[in-house]
């Protein structure tokens, strides 16, 4: 379900012109539908023996359904540059989800089992460290469950040890294989580091970044700019849709589904297309260099 690139038009099939980012908005409104009746169809009914690998796939892919929502809701109110702040998000997702098709089957469980723990007991052991043991005790926590939180944190963190060995991840990681070594392992690394630089200053404090959307000419003041807040919208939708893409037939393999169960083959490919005609949004602009047309 590979989106094609193609060099970009503005002109639709009529004729008319519309904007780079009508166009892709319009989209992305596409694909959230499609996207909404495809996680829609996937049933999954927990019981003990569901697998765990199976709960993942399915909450990855409704999550990151719901972010290309609430993307197209930030871009409604103005505010669709804070969008390239999911892409970090949903670019782990996508590639740790492939991975852990690849672990064998008899330690997937407990691999996410032990990461479940292991993100769980970190949690609750920050907030008591923040918040106090007393004050924790108050929010509900029983004081027998607290004590008991350090040894299941242990027994995470050993797990996850011996499962670093059975797996094959490099040595000198702290607890789980960075995300750049999950990429190479799903040979995606060419888009990691694209789409690590281009969504690490959207969620770290970035000089560069507080200076790419602050726009000033010698004889004018100050002022934030359009163009730039418009690109970001642009591009994190591109990103996402990619992405998502991606994640969807991950999904759909783990519940060894065919890619076009719930919606027609013809439908997805209409809007593959439509979305393909747009091409690459690049991370940056020539703008943002004062690069101008003479």
């Known amino acids: 379900m590979a989106v094609t690139n193609h060099s970009s038009s503005h002109d639709d099939d009529t004729g008319n012109t519309e904007t780079l980012d009508a ?20 049933e999954l009914e927990y019981s003990t023996e569901t697998p765990l690998l199976k709960i993942a796939g399915k909450s990855v892919f409704d999550r990151q359904t719901k972010t290309l929502g609430s993307s197209i809701i930030l871009g409604e109110s103005g505010n669709g540059q ?15 989800l492939k991975y852990l098709t690849t672990v064998p089957a008899n330690l997937v469980n407990k691999l996410l089992k032990s990461m479940a723990l292991y993100d769980a007991m970190r949690g609750l052991r920050a907030f008591v460290e923040f918040a106090d043991l007393k004050e924790t005790i108050r929010f509900g926590f029983p004081l027998s469950f607290l004590l008991q939180g350090e ?15 059975e797996l094959g991840w490099p040595k000198g990681n702290k607890v789980l294989p960075s995300t750049d070594w999950i990429a190479k392992e799903v040979d995606d690394y060419k888009t990691y580091r694209y789409l690590f630089s281009a969504s690490s200053r959207a969620v770290h404090f970035s000089v560069g970044e507080i200076f790419r959307n602050s726009w000033f000419d010698d004889d004018i003041p100050l002022h934030l700019g ?4 418009t690109h970001q919208y ?23 589904l065919p890619l076009y169960s719930a919606v027609s083959e013809e439908s997805v490919m209409e809007t593959i297309g439509r979305f393909g005609k747009i091409g690459r949004i690049p991370m940056v602009i020539p703008e943002e260099f004062n690069l101008r047309e003479n």
Not at 242 to 253: G, K, S
């Open 23 to 42: 166009m892709i908005d319009k989209s992305a409104r596409e694909f959230h539908g499609l996207f909404e009746a495809l996680c829609n169809f996937i």
């Open 82 to 96: 804070l969008a390239a702040s999911f892409i970090r998000q949903i670019y782990e997702e996508k590639v740790w």
């Open 151 to 165: 040894s299941s944190l242990k027994v995470a963190k050993k797990d996850l040890g011996e499962l670093a060995r």
């Open 226 to 229: 359009d163009i730039r807040r």
């Open 234 to 256: 642009v591009f994190a939708l591109d990103c996402l849709i990619r992405m998502i893409i991606e994640t969807y037939e991950t999904a759909y393999a783990i519940f060894e």
